[in-house]
């Protein structure tokens, strides 16, 4: 039988202030940092798209963070495929060996093993148990859990986590494939409303620069806007805000938690830039250096010099963390959130756009 589709259509007034957020990923801090950042109010509709948990060290506290916060804000959680598979552990044990043998042992910041840390359950790997355990234990996390929709239709805009084929009978799709939808942008798709979507790191779409700024594809009606939060080194998390009936307002703010400056010196971008990014980083190392390795990328042919600190080998195959070489165009004062510093200069962002700055920095004020 197909698990079809849970869709919410909410009553939102016009003029209330729409804001958008995906793929926190258990980081609470990050969260923290948006939400003073954009100032949310209380008259304000907080819909989260997806992946609120897993992989971030937080889970478990953001999460009832939210469910506190929920008592006194508009807000709809969106089930992401992270957030459907802590679901799916509270409901049934159909994945224990087929998932979760595999993943829980490689991640001890699972928000199943923080609820088994916490309880002090004795053994985590004795699922049976640990699954009743939690239904005893945290029944609030699991009826919250269920109660999450996996779409969300206003007047404008479907929200949904990984993506849709289309807005016609959307309660007869596929839940999981909403989910757990790839590379969606990719996908030739349409829409005669706004699809705001999240799942899909923003800068794999990008060969060039690298970028966690959100994608606005006008034409197509599609938004993406996961910024990469806790799995990139220089991800950020993206706040999409609007006004109720009024879509031409689109703004976006992020929060990346990056210490920021002030620039001294102009510097023009660099024409073709790389962008090396999850699935098509593949390296062959040239030279070893102090900060800093030339190596060649397989897919591409480029040479690149790739920070030490983002190389890793895995199955014999040497690869990297997202890597560019792009130059960012800047001006005197502008601002930049410095992700790395090395004698031959620093790699900062601007934007939501990483590169390279050879100029002077100072603190901003």
């Given at each position: 039988?197909?698990?079809?589709?849970?869709?919410?259509?909410?009553?939102?007034?016009?003029?209330?202030?729409?804001?958008?957020?995906?793929?926190?990923?258990?980081?609470?801090?990050?969260?923290?940092?948006?939400?003073?950042?954009?100032?949310?109010?209380?008259?304000?509709?907080?819909?989260?798209?997806?992946?609120?948990?897993?992989?971030?060290?937080?889970?478990?506290?953001?999460?009832?963070?939210?469910?506190?916060?929920?008592?006194?804000?508009?807000?709809?959680?969106?089930?992401?495929?992270?957030?459907?598979?802590?679901?799916?552990?509270?409901?049934?044990?159909?994945?224990?060996?087929?998932?979760?043998?595999?993943y829980l042992p490689?991640?001890?910041?699972?928000?199943?093993?923080?609820?088994?840390?916490?309880?002090?359950?004795?053994?985590?790997?004795?699922?049976?148990?640990?699954?009743?355990?939690?239904?005893?234990?945290?029944?609030?996390?699991?009826?919250?859990?269920?109660?999450?929709?996996?779409?969300?239709?206003?007047?404008?805009?479907?929200?949904?986590?990984?993506?849709?084929?289309?807005?016609?009978?959307?309660?007869?799709?596929?839940?999981?494939?909403?989910?757990?939808?790839?590379?969606?942008?990719?996908?030739?798709?349409?829409?005669?409303?706004?699809?705001?979507?999240?799942?899909?790191?923003?800068?794999?779409?990008?060969?060039?620069?690298?970028?966690?700024?959100?994608?606005?594809?006008?034409?197509?009606?599609?938004?993406?806007?996961?910024?990469?939060?806790?799995?990139?080194?220089?991800?950020?998390?993206?706040?999409?805000m609007f006004n109720?009936?009024?879509?031409?307002?689109?703004?976006?703010?992020?929060?990346?938690?990056?210490?920021?400056?002030?620039?001294?010196?102009?510097?023009?971008?660099?024409?073709?830039?790389?962008?090396?990014?999850?699935?098509?980083?593949?390296?062959?190392?040239?030279?070893?250096?102090?900060?800093?390795?030339?190596?060649?990328?397989?897919?591409?042919?480029?040479?690149?010099?790739?920070?030490?600190?983002?190389?890793?080998?895995?199955?014999?195959?040497?690869?990297?963390?997202?890597?560019?070489?792009?130059?960012?165009?800047?001006?005197?004062?502008?601002?930049?959130?410095?992700?790395?510093?090395?004698?031959q200069g620093y790699?900062?962002?601007?934007?939501?756009?990483?590169?390279?700055?050879?100029?002077?920095?100072?603190?901003?004020?």
């Amino acid at each position: 039988m197909k698990d079809c589709a849970v869709v919410l259509r909410p009553e939102i007034q016009r003029g209330q202030r729409i804001i958008a957020v995906s793929d926190i990923h258990g980081n609470l801090p990050f969260f923290q940092g948006l939400m003073e950042k954009i100032g949310l109010q209380t008259e304000d509709v907080l819909i989260l798209v997806g992946d609120i948990l897993e992989k971030g060290r937080d889970s478990l506290a953001l999460l009832r963070h939210l469910m506190e916060l929920s008592t006194v804000h508009t807000i709809y959680p969106i089930c992401g495929n992270c957030d459907g598979l802590v679901l799916r552990f509270f409901e049934s044990d159909a994945l224990d060996e087929k998932f979760f043998a595999h993943y829980l042992p490689k991640h001890p910041e699972s928000t199943i093993r923080q609820m088994a840390d916490e309880m002090s359950y004795p053994d985590w790997r004795d699922f049976p148990g640990l699954r009743e355990a939690l239904r005893q234990q945290f029944p609030d996390i699991w009826a919250w859990l269920k109660s999450m929709p996996t779409i969300v239709e206003t007047e404008h805009c479907v929200f949904v986590h990984g993506g849709v084929p289309s807005l016609s009978n959307m309660e007869q799709l596929d839940r999981w494939h909403c989910m757990k939808n790839d590379n969606f942008r990719s996908q030739g798709h349409t829409f005669e409303k706004y699809v705001v979507v999240g799942h899909w790191p923003v800068t794999l779409y990008h060969s060039d620069i690298q970028s966690s700024a959100p994608i606005f594809d006008w034409k197509e009606k599609i938004i993406s806007i996961d910024g990469g939060c806790v799995l990139k080194a220089d991800g950020q998390l993206n706040a999409l805000m609007f006004n109720c009936g009024d879509v031409g307002s689109f703004s976006w703010v992020s929060y990346d938690g990056l210490p920021v400056y002030r620039a001294l010196d102009t510097q023009m971008d660099s024409p073709f830039p790389l962008n090396i990014r999850w699935g098509r980083s593949e390296l062959e190392l040239l030279q070893s250096g102090e900060e800093l390795s030339l190596c060649r990328h397989k897919e591409t042919g480029r040479t690149i010099s790739i920070l030490n600190a983002y190389l890793r080998n895995s199955d014999g195959k040497l690869w990297c963390e997202d890597s560019t070489d792009y130059l960012l165009p800047v001006q005197v004062g502008d601002k930049l959130s410095l992700v790395a510093q090395t004698k031959q200069g620093y790699l900062m962002k601007k934007d939501g756009v990483t590169g390279w700055y050879h100029g002077r920095i100072a603190p901003d004020q």
